[in-house]
């Protein structure tokens, strides 16, 4: 093999410049190329020169070293891509800088001529790896406005002139010599087209042939492919939930199948409280881990949650992020030489400004100002730091110094830098806790005869505890609250600065080793222990899952706003997640009024629910209540139906049925009923149909079809037998599934008999009759009327394909008695399971088992509620309202479910992309 195989090899970043790459690279093939060549220059790029390698940088470096020269696409993408530093690094230490040609596809590129160098302040474009190369200012070709539209004209006049540098001649000269060669292959084409046309249509049929046949090879290896990586993704889930939710993205953008999009829906059920993925760390835990402290990387985070900072061990410098803008906003140095292991962190605080940030590197403390990055002053010789603690308005500053085998408390004047001395007392072996109360007048520190407070302007102790727990570590104060919090054996104790003890929180999981925040108004508690971060809403005891990291949780920080938490592991994992957001859930509401039943409106965004002392009607975006309707005491389970636009709200009760204007709450019309006794879990018992003149309800001998205006009863759909008559309807009331018979199977005609109506316009027409040998407890039906679903006594889904109804589906469903609904595309089918609260999903196509949802549960929740109400709801979405009072607007859309990992896990890194993606379909898909 000869030492230069190649005439140049381009050097990219994938995420930014594919596509210029592919367009430069097709050029540089074709420019002056000669009529019986196949291309004028032999180029590599990895998408379309590399082979599949055990070993991806030995291929690219043995590429590199063999190619005559080196083109860099140089932008901020290939500035920051690890792949492209060490390509320029080999080549920079291996080969010469004349055969190294710079291509501008977006950033900067600014020369410095009085430091002969680029101003690497200002380039944005260039690895760190070409810092300090040239001597003189390079000529670099501008292809910067060809990057999100190549302009074929404009692009081959500037790529002729990276082609004329590898040839090695004049870019005219060039250009002509192209001109030539153009003109000597038409003629040479001209006289082979003859021949072309005679040999033309059995070539086409052939061609026509291989395609189709390459076409459907391709889709099988991208479904098998699709399925391969949504089934890694719930493998890696466990241990690494970011990487596992790239893969589910990259599932999804290989192949649509329903492997990717339940593995989605599963991805984003675990990272419902994810906010971001900051940084990634290593694979392992840090090189520079001290064995007395863990590992010192700290994280803080603003009072309003606006903006995350955090350090991990070796970093030189602390990283603030704004949270909402979702950016890196700063980068802050100690302004101290770089010790020669890197940096210790030993904590992280900002003041509840975020004006003020403090750091300390175990020794010396450094206060910045957040506004201009600089430091204020640094406040040396603190002696040996393990943590500290920062007031709230950011004047004082405390840490208990552990450099003598006497503990003892030091405090500082942020403002001045001036140690104010503490009166000497006794402190526990171990390292105690310090807390400032909220008004930043009082230091709280535990001793051996419990908590004692410092008034900070005197520095003088209490003379007696101003609390004496028995058990239980000082570990947060809700400044607004006035309450300190301690973790105690499996709870939280609250206690109110007066020495009052309120309940305990309940907190699972709970070791030794856990720590906890909280917010300023003392309703959220944030807890870690091991690798999990939860959250506990102290009012209700609810507890969710926030984030598990890969390795052990070495720090957090609680926004006192309760909205933000901000994390980092053992290897330098950062995560910013949240526990007033749920990605799966819109809205939800927690309620004590029992609910009895459920309408939505087709076509606005209304919701309404039935409770024994009235009708709460709500926006259906926010589950907010905008009026509620007294009615007075009703039967168990009344009917409930809102007219597609929302404004009328019609209520089935035992005796009559009304219809109320659903703004006022007055009675639009009344209408007497026989109550039928239907038994159907799932049926509505009233709803609208057509364009909303229409009102079918449940009635003595099958349900009625009433023109609202007049009263009339057009229509009845007749059920002979006792056990049958309840109905469900899609949305807006174009089809109707009614149930004519639901018996045992183990007796004489036993089974379920339903049929389906189809609206006309007028009446309901062509009943399509389906028997199932079991007894069905729930109905639903899509949008479209073409699929059926029956929940049978043991809690089964049967689908049932209407167009051919011998054929059925057959999925294991989450337990008895639990409702049905499809979502608005058809293409979802969901359960309510009745023991967490929560919702269960398949795919309706493949019958492949999507979502499994819950809610977070709470200690009294030990059993089903009585009833699980489930609707349907525009958007691929279902709302669920229990027994107990609550409603949950899920949200069940594939789609929805991309962009939020997108924007919470990000895309598949070049590293995974290689490893799980190139060189098995070529290029690789992007994922967002």
Wanted: negative net charge; aromatic residues 6%; contains cysteine.
């Amino acid at each position: 093999m000869s030492g230069t195989d190649y005439d140049s090899f381009i050097s990219y970043s994938h995420r930014g410049d594919r596509p210029v790459a592919k367009a430069l690279q097709r050029t540089l093939h074709r420019l002056g190329r000669r009529w019986y060549r196949p291309s004028a220059l032999r180029v590599f790029r990895d998408d379309t020169t590399l082979a599949a390698a055990p070993n991806l940088w030995t291929a690219i470096e043995r590429a590199l070293l063999q190619s005559r020269t080196f083109v860099l696409l140089a932008s901020p993408e290939s500035a920051g891509s690890a792949w492209v530093g060490k390509e320029v690094a080999l080549w920079r230490e291996k080969r010469s800088r004349d055969d190294f040609f710079i291509v501008l596809t977006a950033g900067e590129l600014v020369w410095d001529a009085e430091a002969g160098d680029f101003d690497h302040d200002r380039t944005t474009a260039l690895p760190e790896a070409a810092r300090g190369w040239f001597d003189a200012e390079p000529l670099w070709i501008d292809l910067r406005g060809h990057r999100d539209r190549i302009n074929r004209t404009g692009f081959r006049d500037s790529a002729a002139a990276v082609a004329a540098a590898i040839h090695g001649v004049a870019k005219d000269q060039l250009l002509s010599e192209d001109v030539r060669q153009q003109r000597r292959l038409v003629s040479v084409l001209s006289g082979l087209l003859v021949i072309a046309m005679v040999a033309g249509g059995v070539a086409l049929w052939q061609r026509n042939a291989a395609l189709e046949q390459r076409d459907r090879a391709d889709s099988q290896a991208r479904v098998a492919l699709s399925r391969a990586l949504a089934a890694e993704s719930d493998v890696r889930t466990a241990t690494d939930p970011q990487l596992a939710g790239q893969l589910a993205l990259a599932s999804r953008a290989v192949a649509g199948t329903a492997e990717s999009g339940g593995a989605l829906l599963r991805r984003l059920d675990e990272n419902r409280h994810v906010l971001a993925y900051l940084r990634r760390g290593g694979d392992q835990p840090s090189t520079f881990m001290h064995a007395s402290s863990g590992t010192a990387s700290r994280v803080a985070v603003t009072g309003d949650g606006a903006v995350v900072a955090f350090a991990h061990e070796g970093d030189p410098e602390v990283t603030m992020w704004h949270v909402r803008e979702r950016r890196e906003v700063g980068r802050l140095r100690t302004g101290k030489p770089k010790p020669e292991f890197g940096m210790s962190w030993k904590g992280l605080s900002f003041d509840r400004t975020g004006s003020v940030l403090v750091a300390s590197d175990g020794r010396d403390f450094i206060v910045w100002n957040t506004a201009d990055r600089k430091v204020i002053r640094t406040i040396p010789d603190a002696g040996m730091v393990d943590d500290f603690a920062l007031s709230p308005d950011g004047r004082w500053m405390t840490h208990v110094d552990s450099d003598s085998d006497v503990r003892r408390v030091r405090l500082w004047r942020v403002d001045t830098g001036q140690e104010v001395a503490v009166p000497a007392r006794p402190v526990l072996p171990s390292t105690p806790m310090v807390e400032f109360d909220g008004d930043s007048r009082h230091l709280y520190v535990s001793f051996p005869d419990g908590i004692h407070a410092l008034r900070l302007e005197t520095a003088s102790w209490s003379g007696a505890p101003v609390m004496v727990p028995k058990e239980g570590r000082l570990d947060a104060v809700a400044h607004d609250a006035r309450q300190l919090f301690l973790v105690g054996e499996g709870a939280v104790q609250r206690w109110q600065e007066n020495g009052a003890r309120l309940d305990d929180v309940p907190l699972a999981g709970m070791t030794p080793g856990t720590t906890v925040d909280v917010s300023a108004d003392g309703r959220t508690i944030a807890a870690t222990s091991g690798t999990r971060l939860v959250a506990v809403d102290t009012t209700t005891s609810r507890s969710t899952d926030l984030v598990t990291h890969r390795s052990s949780a070495v720090d957090f920080a609680l926004s006192e706003t309760g909205e933000v938490v901000v994390s980092i592991s053992v290897n330098g994992d950062v995560v910013v997640s949240t526990p007033t957001v749920d990605h799966r859930s819109p809205a939800s509401a927690q309620g004590s009024r029992r609910i009895l039943s459920t309408a939505v409106a087709a076509r606005a965004p209304v919701a309404a629910f039935g409770r024994k002392d009235g009708i709460d009607v709500v926006d259906l975006s926010t589950l907010k209540t905008r009026r509620q309707f007294q009615t007075g005491v009703w039967q168990p389970e009344p009917g409930l139906a809102l007219s597609p636009d929302g404004r009328r709200l019609a209520v089935l009760e035992e005796r009559s049925v009304h219809v109320l204007d659903a703004e006022t709450g007055a009675t639009i019309a009344r209408w007497p009923r026989v109550w039928p006794g239907a038994v159907l879990d799932g049926g509505v018992g009233v709803a609208f149909a057509g364009d909303g003149t229409r009102l079918l309800f449940e009635s003595d001998g099958g349900p009625g079809l009433l023109d609202v205006a007049t009263g009339e009863v057009v229509q009845v759909l007749p059920v002979s037998e006792t056990t049958g008559g309840g109905f469900v309807t899609t949305s807006d009331g174009r089809f109707l599934a009614l149930s004519l018979r639901s018996v045992s199977p183990g007796i004489s005609n036993g089974g379920s008999v339903v049929e389906i109506w189809r609206w006309d316009g007028d009446r309901y027409v062509d009943p399509v009759r389906v028997s199932e040998p079991a007894i069905a407890r729930a109905l639903a039906i899509t949008e479209d009327g073409t699929t059926l679903g029956i929940v049978d006594i043991d809690g089964r889904v049967v689908l049932v394909d209407l167009t051919r109804p011998e054929e059925r589906r057959y999925l294991q469903g989450g337990g008895a008695y639990s409702s049905i609904a499809f979502t608005s595309d058809g293409g979802t089918v969901v359960q309510a399971e009745c023991r967490s609260g929560g919702v269960i999903s398949w795919d309706v196509a493949e019958g492949v088992q999507g979502a499994a949802w819950h809610r977070p549960p709470t200690p009294s929740e030990l059993t089903c509620p009585d009833t699980m109400l489930l609707k349907p709801v525009p958007d691929n979405g279902v709302l669920v309202g229990d027994a107990a009072g609550g409603m949950t607007l899920w949200r069940m859309d594939v789609a929805a479910a991309v962009r939020v990992l997108c924007s919470t896990n990000g895309a598949l890194d070049e590293a995974n992309t290689a490893r799980h993606l190139r060189g098995l379909i070529g290029s690789a898909p992007a994922s967002c």
